[in-house]
């Protein structure tokens, strides 16, 4: 495994040579010429090393297109951009990878040497207190996708017995994450730092909520199964996210963003500055003049939202202006819901987060000075690599600034802000959690799906007048816990949670298996010019993997695919690992 001898082995001075150098964490500082024993002696010292896991932390895939394909291992989103093994059920045990330690013992050797720092602990606590929080990152997705994982918390030799040893189960290493967190949480200081591009206490107390709301869910919904743990205690873990969820909410620095626009007021995921916006908690900064710019724009204006597309399934999940489904429990269509025989029928009368999030006929798609250019029509004739394939185009993070995006040859020259964590999840995660331990009241879905619907005009979730939904996803579990896992959906799509909340509620069996994912209806009004011959098609609706798949599913594998195969490299290298569930050869 990587923790092993020279891929292991992190110098000192190889940390260093990659740490960024400005508060704003933009500028790179030259630090070839310190040694091992200059350092440690000052609050720079130790800022300046933390300032490396910030650039690198939060990316999946490659920083120009993460945003789109974030769901792409879902029923939310298809991509073109990378095979979907996961849900296709085609992965093979890898020859080698994995589980990478080196940043891991990077963060170690920062908390096994930060006390010699010459400065009072006052000043540079805060910086202790961001190495706890990343060691706790990295680990955290290294249980999501791995489970069981070697929990070690010092630096390694090359002969340190750790480097063989056994894996730790996965409930152990979350209670270490929680400890590492609450130190976190004890140290790092209150409210937006830099404007919300450095890490505060309640980032970490989001974080530590979302760790141990993934703990308890998991081992409820697993239980029994080969992915469950020894002496599970969901409840626990549960209590612990909606205890730090709630520190968030009380502690008065955040609230969900809102101008009283409800058809536009959710709009905002691509904005150039989140410093003023009380809801975005954590964020990352482009500026071009530090050369530092991204690819979203540019996907988003030429490239049919970076050959991705939203499902048919996501679309149904929006609920009607009334707050009821489109189809009412007695089996009738809601009389407010138009149809989906084209796409001004399927916006209308619908929650108004569908407009802000999926492209529309007649919706601003770029502005140029006086002059709007308007979305017409999704791209579903244009290459693999830059076409829509479901008729469901992204807009949630568009800008319709065109300076984001002026050619092929200038990809990477965006600036608009990335979201990394906002207050919204913070109350779907103490409105789940306390749904999950069996005490939600309707003041607990006051506090946390009201403030959400009322920004976008919508009726709020009344607990004693749920209306039935005859296509809930989950329909053996309480009506109050499909509407809030709705709520989540809808809210958060396209942030990369879906695929981690459908792990944790072991729940591909509902919506993976079997399931091929489907797109818009193709009409002669959204599509002119077109025949449905050009397509491939299902019934009349866009369905794309039809020619991969043929008449069937997804075949995702439920005894094995929920987590990844250790390599055959790591298992050769330590006797002691063990293969995850349903991988063994």
Request: charged fraction near 25%; charge should be negative; hydrophobic fraction near 35%.
């Amino acid at each position: 495994m990587k923790i092993k001898k020279s891929k292991y082995i992190l110098t000192l001075v190889a940390s260093l040579l990659v740490t960024t150098g400005c508060e704003d964490l933009l500028n790179r500082s030259p630090l070839d010429e310190i040694t091992t024993a200059d350092y440690w002696k000052t609050t720079n010292d130790l800022r300046l090393y933390v300032n490396q896991y910030y650039p690198g932390a939060f990316v999946k895939y490659n920083d120009g297109v993460h945003l789109f394909i974030a769901d792409g291992e879902s029923d939310d989103l298809i991509t073109y951009l990378i095979e979907n093994r996961r849900l296709k059920g085609t992965r093979i045990i890898p020859p080698t990878g994995g589980w990478d330690y080196s940043t891991i013992r990077s963060l170690n050797y920062f908390l096994t040497h930060y006390e010699q720092c010459e400065d009072d602990f006052e000043q540079y606590k805060a910086y202790v207190g961001e190495a706890l929080f990343f060691r706790a990152w990295f680990y955290f997705m290294n249980v999501q996708e791995y489970g069981d994982v070697p929990w070690i918390d010092k630096p390694l030799e090359t002969d340190s017995e750790e480097l063989y040893m056994a894996r730790t189960p996965r409930n152990e290493v979350i209670d270490h994450l929680v400890e590492d967190l609450d130190r976190a949480i004890e140290y790092l200081p209150s409210g937006k730092q830099l404007g919300g591009t450095r890490l505060s206490r309640e980032v970490a107390q989001l974080f530590k909520a979302r760790v141990c709301l993934y703990e308890g869910t998991w081992e409820r919904y697993h239980a029994g199964s080969p992915f469950g743990v020894e002496n599970p205690d969901p409840d626990r873990y549960l209590q612990l996210a909606a205890d730090a969820a709630l520190a968030v909410i009380q502690s008065g620095f955040y609230s969900i963003h809102s101008t009283g626009d409800p058809m536009w007021d959710y709009f905002f995921f691509a904005e150039v500055d989140y410093s003023a916006n009380q809801e975005v908690m954590f964020w990352r900064k482009y500026d071009m003049d530090q050369s530092l710019g991204n690819a979203r724009q540019y996907y988003m204006a030429t490239g049919g939202g970076a050959a991705t597309g939203f499902t048919k399934a996501l679309v149904e999940s929006y609920l009607c202006t009334d707050g009821r489904p489109i189809t009412l429990g007695n089996g009738s269509p809601n009389p407010l819901y138009q149809g989906d025989g084209d796409m001004i029928s399927e916006i209308t009368n619908r929650d108004p987060r569908f407009v802000q999030t999926i492209l529309t006929p007649g919706f601003p798609y770029q502005i140029y000075g006086t002059d709007t250019i308007f979305f017409e029509r999704a791209a579903v004739d244009q290459p693999t690599h830059t076409s829509c394939p479901t008729g469901y185009q992204q807009g949630k993070m568009l800008s319709w600034d065109p300076t984001h995006h002026k050619s092929p040859d200038t990809i990477l020259d965006g600036y608009t802000g990335w979201i990394l964590f906002r207050f919204a999840e913070v109350l779907l995660m103490y409105a789940e959690a306390k749904a999950e331990l069996g005490t939600l009241t309707q003041a607990d879905v006051d506090m946390t799906i009201k403030p959400l619907r009322d920004r976008v005009g919508m009726p709020n979730l009344d607990l004693a007048n749920i209306e039935a939904d005859p296509n809930w996803l989950f329909p053996d579990l309480p009506d109050y816990i499909n509407e809030i896992r709705r709520e989540r959906r809808v809210e958060l799509v396209g942030e990369g949670h879906r695929w981690h909340d459908l792990a944790r509620w072991a729940a591909a069996d509902e919506v993976i298996v079997g399931v091929r994912p489907m797109g818009a209806k193709f009409n002669a009004i959204d599509y002119p010019g077109f025949q449905a011959s050009d397509f491939s098609l299902t019934n009349g609706y866009f369905d794309p993997l039809k020619p991969e798949m043929g008449e069937g599913g997804y075949a995702f594998d439920l005894t094995r695919d929920y987590l990844s195969p250790i390599s055959t490299e790591e298992l050769t290298l330590n006797t002691n690992l063990v293969q995850n569930p349903g991988w063994e050869e």
